[in-house]
């Protein structure tokens, strides 16, 4: 057995599968020879887990990551078992026709017992990366909450036969203001206020983002050398990541942010298709974001820019190409993170062969 496998055999021998649900888990038990012995249900809360885990003898507790995974794991841990905390992608692709909270736990239990790599096990990051990175996902709740208030005056407005010019969602309210119809005014008034305070709070953590950039991230200082990646994409990259040391090669993080194709090659067949979407989706929209403003018209001169250019073809293709982009620039930021070199963005090509591309 490998190093990596031994970590997960508990002294015990018991194997428990833990399918966790807001109001109760349901358990099911294995012993040394992966027969059960008991299966039944506790309330999720830390007062009744305590007391049934407590009375287990030291066991390999398998959970999928979820809501509650969390301060789950610290519990569980903390009472002397190991905790396997299950891709949650992995754990269901598994489930056959029949499932159930009760199967589950049984599937979950068996998984971990027989070859706990195949449920790819995760890994909490620490504290307070988990509330930094919350800060950067307020952010991004405030700002789809802006994007469909802003689409709502819009179709007011457009149902009422004005049709209201584009502009920075920053001040939406005031260039619209005096352009939407005098009868809606009771119905869009509260939503424009509304608009106007979401960005305000928006501005407000940008601030916030950038002095955790300054003074505990000066990782993600490093990888604002790239244009078109500010506080808030080094900052997901890095809280996300976390430590660079996970990856043995920088390439391996297209992959772990989903921006590789699928494949589904059989024989002579191997059909082109879409990428994975494996990972934080949140970093994987930043990413692409990135890659859209190094592509775009206002993009200055760099080897991302030159390559994209070079690739350009009819719509279709510059998708492909702007997910080809940001899955480069995902792995140029993990090595100019793992690094700390300087980035030079043309890296040899001359600048007036990227313009005029």
């Known amino acids: 057995m490998s190093k990596s496998s031994t970590r997960y055999v508990s002294q015990s021998g ?9 109001k109760y888990c349901h358990l099911c038990i294995l ?32 959970i999928e990551v979820g809501t509650h995974s969390r301060w789950l794991s610290r519990l569980i841990e903390g009472l002397g078992h190991i905790c396997l905390i299950a891709n949650a992608y992995e754990a269901r692709k598994r489930a056959g026709d029949r499932k159930n909270d009760r199967l589950d736990a049984e599937s979950l ?21 988990a509330a930094d990175l919350a800060l950067v996902l307020s952010r991004d709740v405030l700002v789809r909450a802006r994007s469909m208030l802003i689409l709502r005056v819009r179709g007011l407005s457009k149902a009422h036969g004005a049709r209201l010019p584009k502009c920075d969602a920053r001040y939406f309210p005031e260039k619209v203001t005096d352009l939407v119809p005098e009868d809606l005014g009771p119905a869009v008034q509260p939503l424009l206020e509304t608009i106007r305070s979401l960005s305000d709070q928006i501005h407000d953590l940008d601030k916030q983002l950038d002095r955790l950039a300054e003074e505990r991230y000066p990782e993600a200082k490093g990888l604002q050398q790239v244009a078109g990646v500010g506080p808030l994409i080094s900052l997901a990259f890095v809280l996300t ?7 043995k090669d920088s390439r391996d993080v297209g992959a772990y942010v989903g921006l590789v194709p699928r494949q589904r090659q059989s024989g002579e067949r191997d059909p082109e298709l879409g990428i994975t979407k494996a990972g934080n989706a949140y970093l994987r929209y930043l990413l ?15 080897h991302l820019r030159l390559w994209a250019l070079r690739r350009a073809g009819g719509k279709n293709a510059k998708k492909r190409t702007v997910v080809a982009v940001a899955r480069k620039l995902a792995v140029l930021l993990h090595r100019l993170w793992l690094t700390g070199e300087v980035y030079e963005p043309l890296r040899g090509e001359p600048a007036g062969e990227v313009s005029a591309a």
Do not use: W
């Open 14 to 22: 018991l194997t428990v599968g833990m399918d966790v649900g807001d």
């Open 31 to 62: 012993d040394e020879d992966a027969e059960i012995v008991e299966e039944g249900r506790v309330a999720t809360t830390k007062v009744a887990l305590t007391r049934r885990l407590s009375a287990l003898e030291p066991s390999l507790v398998a």
């Open 109 to 129: 239990a068996r998984e971990a017992r027989s070859d706990p790599h195949k449920l790819k096990p995760l890994t909490h990051r620490g504290e307070q990366a």
């Open 241 to 247: 990541l976390e430590q660079p040391y996970r990856f």
């Open 288 to 302: 692409v974001q990135g890659a859209q403003y190094i592509v775009g018209p206002h993009g200055p001169d760099s």
